[in-house]
């Protein structure tokens, strides 16, 4: 029998991240007897490690701020030491460190995933030229949504092989819960209707923005509370002075990061996606698979889970007063919310289950490792 073919993974950690996610959702997912996974952590491990199975391999390079020369030589080591039959590297820095340490030794395939949309300092200056010039080392592109892959080529990006993969998610472990019993666990209200937030506090999430939405609106509707789960990132500080200075303070509810989200999710009456840069929105499947409602924002992949009047809203959500608004129309419909939600669950169903995405990014880890075995020996 053939040995498995490993697949080598390079990311700056495993903390918690959508990107991050998926990553652990498909390597658990692979089948062991045709591949192997390892994972190499330019930067540190992190908490989304305990979620990996004991076969799959770790490394560490411990990079630290900066352009690193030894961790580009620690990865060149672990390259020529694993061999991989494909290494999968995910957006823009292990990409440079992978094909500045993978361009000095025997080549193995690299398939490079783009997970989320340009920040503004990636759509100009070196950032915009390195990836230009990167795209050629890789066999092949992969994005998480359609139309985050029209998004990269309407940017100029090309490349022969470039492909989407939809995100998909465990509907098996989010699933609609008793709600109540939710809410009594986490300390909410029973009778409250809950609007949602789940990621940790970085700018481009919005939060500040939903923050002051809520504060606005939370007046005519004495019943509405406030949950932000993954309190921490840059902007942590700011979003829990601000709630704990609203004049609703009461009603808005901060927890850290939570190993396991589900009941969180169950409490929700509708969560919030407002990011201004999204792939294609872990958060958002997680919500809808437990029969939650989604009001998402404009960004790449939400319009290919939402259908507006059936299982979510899509609106303009770059403002506080435009997120007001909008929540307002929703919260005007309680019974929407309801059924919005079971076709939620329905839509994860039929399209974005995570057994899916695994088997699509197996077969073409399958294709990569087949182009890669005339260079080495398997």
């Known amino acids: 029998m053939s040995q498995?073919?490993?697949?080598?993974?390079?990311?700056?950690?495993?903390?918690p991240g959508g990107m991050e996610n998926g990553l652990v959702n498909v390597a658990r997912r692979l089948d062991p007897q045709e591949f192997a996974v390892h994972v190499g952590c330019l930067e540190r491990a992190g908490e989304f490690l305990r979620r990996l199975?004991?076969?799959?391999?770790?490394?560490v390079l411990g990079k630290r701020g900066g352009m690193s020369p030894v961790a580009m030589m620690k990865l060149r080591g672990l390259l020529h030491q694993l061999q991989p039959a494909v290494i999968h590297t995910h957006n823009l820095g292990p990409l440079f460190y992978t094909a500045m340490a993978n361009g000095l030794g025997p080549k193995a395939p690299l398939l490079h995933g783009e997970h989320g949309m340009l920040t503004p300092r990636e759509q100009r200056g070196w950032r915009y030229w390195l990836r230009r010039v990167l795209y050629p080392c890789c066999t092949a592109v992969h994005t998480?949504?359609?139309?985050?892959?029209?998004?990269?080529?309407?940017?100029?990006?090309?490349?022969?092989?470039?492909?989407?993969?939809?995100?998909?998610v465990d509907a098996e472990r989010?699933?609609?819960?008793?709600?109540?019993?939710?809410?009594?666990?986490?300390?909410?209200?029973?009778q409250a209707v809950v609007l949602g937030m789940m990621g940790s506090f970085q700018r481009r999430k919005r939060h500040k923005e939903v923050l002051s939405a809520f504060q606005m609106i939370a007046g005519d509707f004495p019943h509405l509370h406030l949950l932000l789960v993954g309190a921490r990132g840059p902007e942590s500080e700011i979003i829990s002075q601000a709630a704990r200075s609203g004049p609703h303070g009461q009603r808005v509810h901060l927890h850290p990061y939570q190993e396991d989200p589900r009941p969180f999710y169950q409490a929700m009456d509708l969560l919030?996606?407002?990011?201004?840069?999204?792939?294609?929105?872990?958060?958002?499947?997680?919500?809808m698979a437990s029969g939650v409602p989604v009001l998402a924002g404009e960004a790449c992949g939400n319009a290919e889970i939402i259908t507006p009047g059936k299982n979510g809203w899509l609106a303009r959500l770059d403002s506080?007063?435009?997120?007001?608004?909008?929540?307002?129309?929703?919260?005007?419909?309680?019974?929407?919310?309801?059924?919005?939600?079971?076709?939620?669950?329905?839509?994860?169903?039929?399209?974005?289950?995570?057994?899916?995405?695994?088997?699509?990014?197996?077969?073409?880890?399958?294709?990569?490792?087949?182009?890669?075995?005339?260079?080495?020996?398997?």
Do not use: K
């Open 272 to 287: 919030i996606v407002a990011s201004e840069n999204e792939g294609l929105s872990n958060a958002a499947l997680e919500a």
């Open 144 to 168: 998480v949504s359609e139309t985050l892959l029209q998004y990269y080529q309407a940017q100029g990006f090309r490349h022969p092989r470039m492909i989407s993969i939809l995100n998909g």
């Open 53 to 59: 199975p004991p076969s799959i391999g770790v490394t």
């Open 320 to 378: 506080a007063e435009s997120i007001a608004q909008t929540l307002r129309q929703c919260l005007a419909l309680p019974e929407a919310l309801t059924n919005f939600g079971r076709q939620a669950r329905e839509t994860v169903m039929q399209r974005f289950r995570v057994e899916d995405m695994a088997a699509r990014y197996a077969q073409l880890y399958r294709e990569l490792a087949r182009q890669g075995m005339p260079h080495q020996e398997r």
């Open 174 to 190: 989010f699933q609609p819960g008793d709600r109540a019993a939710a809410r009594q666990a986490i300390g909410l209200p029973v």
């Open 4 to 15: 498995p073919s490993l697949i080598l993974h390079v990311v700056f950690s495993l903390e």
